[in-house]
Nanobody, 126 residues
Framework: VQLQASGGGLVKAGDSLRLSCAAS????????MAWFRQAPGKDRGFAAA????????RYADFVKGRFTISRDNAKNTVYLQMNSLEPEDTAIYYC????????????????????WGQGTQVTVSS
């Protein structure tokens, strides 16, 4: 069972990127999925999460309407559309799966997630 994140890259401020995280080995349609990020020298922190059906989402304050999380349960994949990127968004972005079946509202607590992907680097130049 693993998560494979992709879609990162080097972009300029104001550009967009779409991250993908594909799960393999089992399905996660019954689990909340999330994106976290870790900037150089900083702790890993919550970015966005999405409920099991996609109807519920939760975002960190820094997103400010720029990011959209979505999922395709048929493809066992979660996405993060990132628009209006800023240099401060430079980080490694990780996807993760909620530790529990059946949680309705996503937690921002890093300890609530398990099965982390390997991360994808996003670098935004000014």
């Amino acid at each position: 069972v693993q998560l494979q994140a992709s879609g990162g890259g080097l972009v300029k401020a104001g550009d967009s990127l779409r991250l993908s995280c594909a799960a393999s080995g089992r399905t996660f349609g019954n689990r909340i999925m999330a994106w976290f990020r870790q900037a150089p020298g900083k702790d890993r922190g919550f970015a966005a999460a999405i409920g099991r059906s996609g109807a519920v989402t939760r975002y960190a304050d820094f997103v400010k309407g720029r990011f959209t999380i979505s999922r395709d349960n048929a493809k066992n994949t979660v996405y993060l559309q990132m628009n209006s990127l800023e240099p401060e968004d430079t980080a490694i972005y990780y996807c993760a799966v909620d530790s529990f079946d059946g949680r309705v509202f996503p937690t921002t607590f890093i300890g609530g997630y398990e099965l982390w992907g390997q991360g994808t680097q996003v670098t935004v130049s000014s």
